[in-house]
């Protein structure tokens, strides 16, 4: 059965190659037709640039049209899968955690904030900065030794130029930096999602009222607080569905509900499907 299929977590040694002294930090050419028709995840971050060529990347369980002049955003434990045209040219990244987070503070906003928007639409002179940067890393990892000073130079100002873009078309990020409490609320759904369901939980991290947390999110956000948490729930329980072979019960135990139906209900309330359903669509 399809729900049974262990989708693998792949690591960033299975690209590695014949880079054997970049084993926390690859840089590959995708030139052509590819095509990825098991979701999988993966255990460390991709920026995906495109240049040239179509097709779809799917992440999270939403379709992405590819174009030219797009980077793509990826984070450990998103489910995703691609299909690309004979005319695609895409340069690629693979970054592993711990090297990832010596430069992550200059994306400036929580990694959930950015799996809302992954695929970001670049300018062409805006491209040609980001392009200059990749070849420049490639160029680094080319020679013995590396020096990983540079490649992390190199990557504090590709996680500028992504975030100038990024905030220069979708305003809820200016919001989020307008409104540190609402950007500290959504780091502190994705630490606790799975042990804590409620506002008045959050409220007290954040030393405000839930009341004022709901006006907040209402206000600047036009959704209630609660929404964010379940909506963190949903997204998590769909990954492990999809790219995982956990039963629906060790899922339900996984997110935190200890009894299958009350699970199978909220899915459901939320999706319009259960969880059975879900899977076997896949």
Same mark, same amino acid.
């Given at each position: 059965?399809?729900?049974?299929?262990?989708?693998?977590?792949?690591?960033?040694?299975?690209?590695?190659?014949?880079?054997?002294?970049?084993?926390?930090?690859?840089?590959?050419?995708?030139?052509?037709?590819?095509?990825?028709?098991?979701?999988?995840?993966?255990?460390?971050?991709?920026?995906?640039?495109?240049?040239?060529?179509?097709?779809?990347?799917?992440?999270?369980?939403?379709?992405?049209?590819?174009?030219?002049?797009?980077?793509?955003?990826?984070?450990?434990?998103?489910?995703?899968?691609?299909?690309?045209?004979?005319?695609?040219?895409?340069?690629?990244?693979?970054?592993?955690?711990?090297?990832?987070?010596?430069?992550?503070?200059?994306?400036?906003?929580?990694?959930?904030?950015?799996?809302?928007?992954?695929?970001?639409?670049?300018?062409?002179?805006?491209?040609?900065?980001?392009?200059?940067?990749?070849?420049?890393?490639?160029?680094?990892?080319?020679?013995?030794?590396?020096?990983?000073?540079?490649?992390?130079?190199?990557?504090?100002?590709?996680?500028?130029?992504?975030?100038?873009?990024?905030?220069?078309?979708?305003?809820?990020?200016?919001?989020?930096?307008?409104?540190?409490?609402?950007?500290?609320?959504?780091?502190?759904?994705?630490?606790?999602?799975?042990?804590?369901?409620?506002?008045?939980?959050?409220?007290?991290?954040?030393?405000? #009222?839930?009341?004022?947390?709901?006006?907040?999110?209402?206000?600047?956000?036009?959704?209630?607080?609660?929404?964010?948490?379940?909506?963190?729930?949903?997204?998590?329980?769909?990954?492990?569905?999809?790219?995982?072979?956990? #039963?629906?019960?060790?899922?339900?135990?996984?997110?935190?509900?200890?009894?299958?139906?009350?699970?199978?209900?909220?899915?459901?309330?939320?999706?319009?499907?259960?969880?059975?359903?879900?899977?076997?669509?896949?």
């Amino acid at each position: 059965m399809k729900g049974e299929e262990q989708f693998p977590v792949l690591g960033i040694s299975a690209f590695q190659g014949d880079q054997q002294d970049a084993s926390n930090f690859l840089y590959h050419e995708i030139r052509g037709e590819r095509r990825i028709e098991k979701p999988h995840k993966h255990d460390f971050f991709v920026f995906l640039l495109v240049e040239s060529g179509n097709g779809i990347h799917a992440i999270d369980f939403i379709d992405y049209p590819v174009a030219p002049y797009q980077i793509h955003l990826l984070f450990p434990g998103q489910v995703h899968k691609w299909e690309f045209n004979r005319q695609m040219v895409a340069y690629q990244l693979m970054i592993t955690r711990p090297f990832f987070e010596t430069f992550s503070d200059a994306l400036q906003f929580p990694f959930a904030l950015y799996q809302h928007h992954p695929v970001i639409d670049l300018a062409e002179e805006s491209f040609r900065k980001l392009l200059y940067e990749f070849r420049s890393i490639q160029q680094e990892l080319a020679q013995t030794p590396v020096s990983w000073e540079i490649v992390h130079l190199r990557s504090r100002l590709i996680a500028q130029l992504i975030i100038r873009e990024a905030e220069s078309r979708f305003d809820d990020l200016l919001v989020y930096k307008a409104r540190p409490a609402l950007q500290q609320y959504h780091a502190l759904i994705d630490l606790h999602y799975k042990n804590q369901k409620s506002v008045a939980f959050y409220a007290s991290q954040l030393n405000i #009222s839930p009341n004022y947390l709901n006006i907040l999110c209402k206000r600047h956000l036009h959704i209630p607080a609660m929404f964010l948490i379940q909506h963190r729930v949903v997204l998590e329980a769909k990954r492990q569905l999809q790219a995982s072979g956990k #039963s629906i019960k060790e899922i339900a135990f996984d997110l935190g509900f200890n009894d299958l139906s009350y699970f199978s209900n909220f899915f459901k309330s939320q999706t319009g499907i259960s969880p059975r359903l879900f899977r076997e669509q896949l």
